[in-house]
């Protein structure tokens, strides 16, 4: 199947980076994209993962959480090949060239020099675009700040050793149907973006049929608990950190099991409440009012910034040869896509 997720996250603190966990597997191969803003990388990796699909391959996409239509990376499972953007903010470097990775430098269809003019409007798009994007992340991390005078559902040990009991229950009677290896991967199913916040229910649900919903005041506590007895079982997991606060986990998928644990706030289809009976929880407290005006300005600011970045890449774009590009995609996918799955029928 086919899947998306986020490796970076907009959060209190600012760009928050998964991609040193990208892509898993040591005997994946990566090719690390190099180019300017409009030099073609998104719609580089999309072309690649329309021709894995076409070939009946599943993808998995990479999106960027500042631009969340917008591709940072593709992943081909069965080829144990991937790409990356490796631009700022999240700068990839291969690990051993040409061993592990290499690069493809798509800023070579752009036609150098820059006139005068374009390069004074760069500097300046530059400078404005990162600037909101700083502006934003200080109302971030007040946003943060306010949920951290909140706290969260203390449970006393009663409480603790009933929901471990009811998690083992669970676990119990939910055989893995793929067998694991214990890998542990994190990976954000949610982002605060140019676009509010967003959740990947589609991927999430296609991941996992039987899905437990739980209030979010219960999600840190619970979801380490969870992780945890996962990994003592040696099951595959998903650890899913909470986009402004990603030291706190938001949900756990795993996927070898079809099971997912997840905050209500997702509403997933078929999600079903977590058996809470006897723990005796106190009812939810609603949000300081602080907080939705906070998180409202960063995602105005985050806007504005796609609008600026938006610009910035029509500058560059007429620089651009898109039809050289064309014919070196083509290129691409038959030495990396096409060649590969040959080679694979063909062994007896």
């Known amino acids: 199947m086919n899947i998306s997720y986020f490796l970076g996250a907009n959060s209190r603190s600012g760009f928050y980076s998964l991609y040193d966990s990208f892509p898993p597997g040591e005997d994946t191969f990566l090719h690390i994209i190099k180019g300017g ?61 040409a061993v592990t990775a290499d690069y493809v430098n798509l800023g070579s269809f752009c036609r150098l020099p820059i006139s005068a003019e374009d390069s004074r409007r760069i500097r300046l798009l530059n400078r404005e675009y990162k600037a909101l994007y700083d502006k934003a992340y200080k109302y971030l991390s007040a946003a943060a700040d306010i949920l951290d005078s909140e706290g969260e559902a203390k449970l006393e040990p009663r409480q603790l050793s009933l929901l471990s ?31 509010g916040r967003l959740c990947l229910k589609d991927s999430a649900a296609g991941l996992c ?33 909470q986009p402004l606060r990603p030291s706190r986990l938001e949900a756990l998928l795993l996927p070898g099991c079809s099971l997912a644990f997840v905050p209500e706030s997702w509403n997933l289809p078929g999600q079903q409440p977590l058996d809470l009976e006897g723990l005796e929880l106190p ?66």
């Open 37 to 97: 803003p409009g030099n073609g990388k998104s719609r580089f990796m999309r072309r690649i993962g329309a021709a894995a699909e076409s070939r009946g391959l599943d993808v998995e996409y990479v999106l960027c959480s500042g631009d969340p239509d917008s591709l940072d990376g593709v992943y081909i499972p069965a080829l144990r090949a991937a790409w990356c953007d490796g631009t700022a903010p999240h700068v990839t470097e291969p690990l051993i060239f």
């Open 165 to 195: 009991r009811r998690l083992g229950r669970i676990l119990d009677a939910t055989p893995s149907t793929v067998p694991g290896s214990g890998m542990v991967l994190r990976r954000f199913f949610s982002a605060i973006s140019c676009k």
């Open 209 to 241: 049929s039987r899905v437990y919903a739980l209030p979010d005041a219960l999600v840190p506590c619970f979801m380490s608990m969870a992780a945890a007895e996962a990994e003592s079982r040696g099951l595959d997991s998903l650890l899913c950190p």
């Open 283 to 348: 009812a939810p407290a609603p949000l300081p009012e602080q907080y939705a005006p906070a998180m409202s300005k960063a995602v105005l600011l985050l806007s504005q910034a796609k609008s600026l970045h938006d610009q910035l890449e029509a500058v560059y774009k007429p620089y651009m040869d898109f039809k050289a590009l064309d014919s070196f995609t083509h290129a691409h996918i038959q030495a990396n896509i096409e060649k590969p799955l040959e080679a694979e029928a063909a062994r007896p």
